[in-house]
C-alpha cells in the first residue's frame, strides 16, 4: 500500500507531464502556423511575379495582332493586368505593366524593338515601383 505522500507526489509528476506536453505541443503548432503562412506569403509574392510576366506577355501579343493596341485592362489568373504601349519611333516601344494580386501590386517597363517580320525583341526590362491606386477598381 502507498502513502498518501507517495500517491501526491505521482499526481504533482503526472501533472507536470502532462502540462509539459501541451506547451510543446502549443509550441509545435505556433511553429507550423508560422510555415504555413510563410509558405501562403511567398505562394502569394510568386504568384504576382508570374502575373507580371504574364501581362507583359499578353502586351505584346495583343501588338503583334493588332499594331495599333496602346492600352488593356483585365482579370486574368486569379489577379487583375493593366498595359500600356508607347511609340518611341516605328521600331520601338515602351511596355508599362502592373499586376495585382490579393493586395500584391508590381509593375515593369521595358522597351521593346520590332524585328523583321514583325517578330519583338525585349531590349531591357525592369521592375518599377507600382503607379498609385487612385481610380482602380
Known amino acids: 500500500m502507498r502513502r498518501p ?4 507526489q505521482a499526481l504533482i509528476l503526472a501533472l507536470l507531464v502532462l502540462f509539459l506536453t501541451s506547451v510543446a505541443a ?27 510576366d504574364g501581362a507583359l506577355a499578353d502586351a505584346l501579343a495583343r501588338r503583334h495582332e493588332n ?3 496602346t492600352r488593356h485592362e483585365e482579370e486574368f489568373g486569379g489577379g487583375e493586368i493593366r498595359s500600356a504601349i508607347v511609340s518611341r519611333s516605328p521600331i520601338q516601344f515602351d511596355v508599362a505593366v502592373v499586376a495585382s494580386y490579393r493586395g500584391r501590386r508590381r ?8 524585328l523583321a ?14 503607379p498609385p491606386s487612385i481610380g482602380e477598381r
Open 5 to 8: 505522500s507517495e500517491a501526491g
Open 26 to 52: 502549443a509550441v509545435l503548432g505556433l511553429g507550423l502556423a508560422l510555415d504555413q503562412r510563410a509558405i501562403l506569403d511567398e505562394m502569394e509574392r510568386a504568384r504576382s511575379r508570374q502575373l507580371l
Open 67 to 69: 499594331s495599333f493596341f
Open 107 to 114: 509593375a515593369a517597363r521595358s522597351r521593346v524593338q520590332i
Open 117 to 130: 517580320g514583325g517578330k519583338f525583341r525585349v531590349l531591357s526590362w525592369s521592375r518599377i515601383p507600382p
